[in-house]
């Protein structure tokens, strides 16, 4: 799932660092990177829905682009889940544009962890969020939070709560970091893992970010 690369709707907390217009460069680095992840073989669920103009040209031809439908957050990935398992019948792995130090590794340890029983993989974020999620199969109830809820510190504890309360076997790969703060992006210029376009971007901050170590 991704928000388009519009200057002034994306990355918003990151403003005082790059501006509106370095964060839109951010959004369409963060995209590209995402959009490498799956081999050429997924879905891209895009927001605003007239966004297929701005992103095509980021991804090529790899990703079958629809746009996101529902209400809050929760509504719009059940639907890209449903959307993307009506196509392609299966085991779905929805993962947003976030987390720049997102590897295929994740996915292949979700996706193992699927055939080993689990019905529902959560890779948490650090935040209280997560940046993945893997289902067996479309189940509208791992997404069905209080509107008020996404967004929060707590959104990957309410969803282990549903999937125990539906009876479903939960699983979770490794935490990382979503990058959305200027904490988070002095944090992710320490991380060996991040993409050399998307630290360029981060080390063009005003005022430069701090180094650690």
């Known amino acids: 799932m991704a928000r388009a690369p519009v200057a002034g709707m994306v990355k918003t907390r990151l ?5 509106a217009e370095g964060c839109a460069r951010l959004q369409e680095a963060l995209i590209r990177h995402t959009a490498t992840l799956d081999g050429g073989r997924g879905f891209l669920a895009h927001t605003p829905p007239d966004a297929a103009a701005l992103i095509r040209p ?10 996101q439908r529902g209400a809050d957050l929760g509504e719009r990935m059940a639907d890209a889940v449903a959307v993307a398992a009506t ?19 994740h996915l292949s340890t979700a996706a193992t962890q699927l055939t080993q029983g689990c019905d529902v993989v959560l890779g948490p974020a650090y935040d209280g969020g997560y940046y993945l999620i ?16 996404w967004g929060g510190p707590h959104v990957a504890n309410h969803t282990a709560e549903r999937a125990a309360a539906a009876g479903l076997q939960l699983g979770f790969i490794d935490p990382e970091h979503d990058l959305d703060t200027p904490t988070d992006a002095t944090t992710m210029l320490s991380d060996p893992r991040l993409p050399p376009e998307i630290a360029a971007i981060l080390r063009s901050a ?6 650690r170590g």
């Open 58 to 67: 980021l991804v090529g031809r790899r990703l079958t682009l629809f746009p």
């Open 134 to 149: 893997a289902l067996a199969r479309p189940d509208p109830r791992i997404f069905a939070l209080p509107t008020s809820a």
């Open 87 to 105: 196509r392609r019948p299966g085991p779905v792995i929805l993962i947003g544009t976030d987390c720049p130090v997102l590897r295929r590794a």
């Open 206 to 211: 005003r005022p430069p970010l701090p180094r």
């Open 15 to 19: 403003h005082p660092l790059l501006g």
